[in-house]
Nanobody, 116 residues
Framework: QVQLVESGGGLVQAGGSLRLSCAASGRSFSTWNMGWFRQGPGKEREFVATIRWRSGVNYIADYSDSVKGRFTISRDNAKNTIYLQMNSLKPEDTAVYYC??????WGQGTQVTVSS
């Protein structure tokens, strides 16, 4: 049974930073493709970032254009946890952020609100 639990959301002013965490349960976490999606008010869920395991390469990170250069996804396999470091936050980053494994398993989400 895979369980994903996000934490770290909150209220921050524009230009500020937050770090989200996603703790996972299950075996072989180091080989899981993990990612972050978000859903803003009145919007559909959208891709934010992913960190994928590739044999011989280790991990590959990808980002949506809207967060590239501001957000960084990382993982700590010893803790079965991934992170999303969010810098230079903008009001349009306001959303519920979801952690996912292969877009098959999802966490419950954590609210991020950026005030202008």
């Amino acid at each position: 049974q895979v369980q994903l639990v996000e934490s770290g959301g909150g209220l921050v002013q524009a230009g500020g930073s937050l770090r989200l965490s996603c703790a996972a349960s299950g075996r072989s976490f180091s080989t899981w493709n993990m990612g972050w999606f978000r859903q803003g008010p009145g919007k559909e869920r959208e891709f934010v970032a992913t960190i994928r395991w590739r044999s011989g390469v280790n991990y590959i990170a990808d980002y949506s254009d809207s967060v590239k250069g501001r957000f960084t996804i990382s993982r700590d396999n010893a803790k079965n946890t991934i992170y999303l470091q969010m810098n230079s936050l903008k009001p349009e980053d306001t959303a519920v952020y979801y952690c996912t494994r292969d877009q098959t398993y999802w966490g419950q989400g954590t609210q991020v609100t950026v005030s202008s």
